[in-house]
């Protein structure tokens, strides 16, 4: 037999041969690093057979961040904790174990409840292990021979894991512990250069809770002991900057279990709110938008029509008023295309940009909801474009051109994505074509290179994903603009052409920031708290250095509000360190002094994370000016 490597050449091997031996006809260096086997995208444990004239590609140590060698390696060492909690607890029954983005969990039943001590023990355990050294070997089993192996060892869920498994059985050894697995492991625990233990929660069996509770340990583990250190420096960074701290610290939302996954909008978080909302308005109406305003609740005749009940009803709050069923918006489209269908409309009148920051509802899952990244009811910077097939292109770039014109503003670094026809789609494959080349044009005239999405696009039509990635390195979906041929037809909107002949127009859906409640939580974190000046609730905190100076404090902020600056005097009866320190809380961009040695040509300045200077009211008024400009 043969398979394929990666540079197309063609390796011989004796039949029946595996993985590891194709290493090994490569090389030994190559056969001593492999973890993994992978074709086609799927992944095989290096002990198992190949199949005649297969592609395969050996992953080894050396693709260290590779997300499938990860997997393999984060696999191993949960058996390895398995391995530890079995030996470290005696009596412990384990459950399943496998690898997740980032790391990897095992749910035990211990004999006794354990505290956060077991981590340490656990991992110190792991770490023995590893400095013993362990192999993984591979063989497959009869399904009773399976079961009855569980019962006698007393593992209780693995006999249960037995029962329900498809296909055929195998299991992994290391040490002396065996677990029912499909693999793929490494050949042994040498790659395991660094393992960290994270946290322990509580899980049902299964997710099931009229099941046992069983305990989760959660870690991680890296081929590099600098990948780990890296790892938990992000973890660290990520929880200094969660925003839903960050919310609370700086005064900007909260929450109420009284209303689950909405938020309250504190005077603070509304500056923020609105800056963002005169910028919408402002853009709108420089680039030809029109703005509109519909209805919250719809008869479900409407999400019948515009699909929504069949696809999207779990999501929706209904609710009924005299014996009719009603549903809350979760978007703002299918009254957009009422409304559109309102007055007829000639050619002449298109392209028709009708743009709606309306309140939406979804029926988020109350376990899913996380601070403003996932709430139940939001605002989005909404429109949507009605335009003949031929407008498609120009309104895109539109788009596009307003999307970076925000980017630009708000310093985000951002990527393109374009999702081409999925399997199930409605419309013909003419119509398809000549959308994805519509979307593809405009990505070009704007100079973007872009990622292709294959078959990501939507049933109703292909689209634009714009991704930011933020200071930690973590990618956030911000923008969409989706081209939709479907629900101009279920409604019957129709427009008369220059051939005064009826058309369907074309429908854009299209949000920039998104909904403004996730932006604010990502730019939250992205920014540390530490808002632009434009955004900054309040851009300047002016402190008199004693009660003397409060009536000329005061007139300097009167002057910058003039001056159209966010500016507030702390005049409490507190020390000036003290007022200091609240003003750096705050994250407050710009501290201004004022006091005996002060005047308009010299006023002692701090800039947030910076260190004092001396300014002139001209420079500091000039220095406002261009960084808060929009
Ligand atoms: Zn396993
Ligand atoms: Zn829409």
Redesign the pocket.
Known sequence: MKVVLPDSSELELPDGATGLDAARAIGPKLAEQAVLVRSNGTVRDLRQPLDDGQQIQILTTRDKDDPDALYVLRHSAAHLLAEAARRVYPGTKVAIGPPIENGFYYDFEFPKAVGEEALERLEEEIRRELAEGREWERWEVERDEAKRYFEQEGEPYKVELVDTAEGSISFYKQGDFVDLCRGPHLQDSKPIKAVKLLSLAGAYWRGDETKPQLTRVYGTAFYDPKDLEAYLHRLEEAKRRDHRRLSKELGLVDFSELAPGMPFWHPRGMVIWNVLEDLRRRENAKRGYVEVRTPQLYDSDLWRTSGHWDKFRENMFTLEVEGREYGLKP???PG?CLLFAQAPHSYRELPLRLAEAGNLHRNELSGTLHGLLRVRHFVQD?A?IYCTPEQVEDEVLGCLDYAFYLYELLGLDVSAELSTRPENRLGTDEEWDQAEAALAAALDRQGLAYRIGQGEGIFYGPKIDMHMSDSLGRSWQISTI?L?FQMPARFGLRYQGDDNAEHTPV?I?R?LLGSLERFIGIYLEHTGGDLPLVLAPEQVRVLPVSDRFRAEAESLADDLRVHGFRASVDERDETLGRRIRDAELYKIPYVVFWGERESLESLAVRKRGGDQLTVSWETLLSELQAAAKV
């Open positions: 978007m703002n489209c957009h909404d949507h989706q939709d429908m859906h949000a």
